[in-house]
């Protein structure tokens, strides 16, 4: 009775070490880049955007109030490559900053951010007044678009450019520009480049998984 007593305690111990073993196993952790393909149910816009976003564990995630990189394919407006603001609250991006490791860097102005639909032109305009009204109004729609936009990207050939670049490249820094900060008093806001992890500011490393995640984006968009 003793030894099958013996026997039946050294059988509960082996399970509690080996939950306790499991319990210990490491999450793997979530990739620097990730993909997320999405379909707009009324307007048919399809996209896949491949970001980098903040990761604990095996989770990736965004937060309010902080800028993250991304690449995306565009059904309407094709490809587009810069930043976005993250988190369920969106805050306006503004202009940035942005270099792949020791190239020259680039400015993203939101002012060149791809827009919807098409506001007068005023090319069938009966006069030149018309048609100057027109352009005014187009000029005063890009403002408007532009003080909300929570991404700041650009498109057509400096998109293609830029994604180049990352492919080509090994890390990604970026900041929102801010003209005010470059002279006079130190600010500190020019130190602000890359992407906030548990060890501070740190560059975004341009590896297999954004290459993975734009293939997977490629393939979502044009399966065949």
Request: aromatic share 6%.
């Amino acid at each position: 009775m003793k030894h099958a007593a013996t026997s039946a305690h050294a059988v509960l111990a082996g399970i509690a070490i080996a939950l306790l073993s499991g319990c210990a196993t490491p999450v793997p952790p979530a990739p620097p880049w990730s993909s997320t393909v999405t379909t707009d149910p009324i307007t048919g816009t399809k996209r896949c955007v491949v970001a980098a976003y903040d990761r604990v564990a095996g989770a990736s995630y965004s937060r309010t109030g902080y800028l993250y990189p991304v690449v995306e394919f565009n059904s309407e407006f094709g490809l587009l490559v810069g930043v976005s603001s993250g988190g369920p609250i969106r805050f306006p991006v503004g202009d940035i900053v942005w270099r792949v490791d020791d190239r020259p860097y680039r400015e993203l102005r939101a002012f060149n951010n791809p827009t919807q639909g098409s506001p007068p032109s005023g090319e069938a305009a009966a006069d030149m007044t018309s048609a100057r009204i027109a352009e005014t109004i187009k000029y005063a729609q890009k403002l408007a678009a532009t003080a909300g936009a929570a991404a700041t990207v650009a498109s057509g050939e400096e998109a293609a450019a830029m994604l180049d670049e990352m492919l080509a490249g090994s890390t990604l820094i970026y900041r929102a520009n801010r003209p005010n900060a470059q002279f006079g008093l130190p600010t500190g806001h020019e130190q602000r480049v890359g992407q906030w992890t548990s060890e501070g500011l740190r560059p975004i490393p341009l590896d297999a998984t954004l290459r993975q995640g734009i293939e997977q984006c490629r393939m979502a968009m044009d399966p065949k």
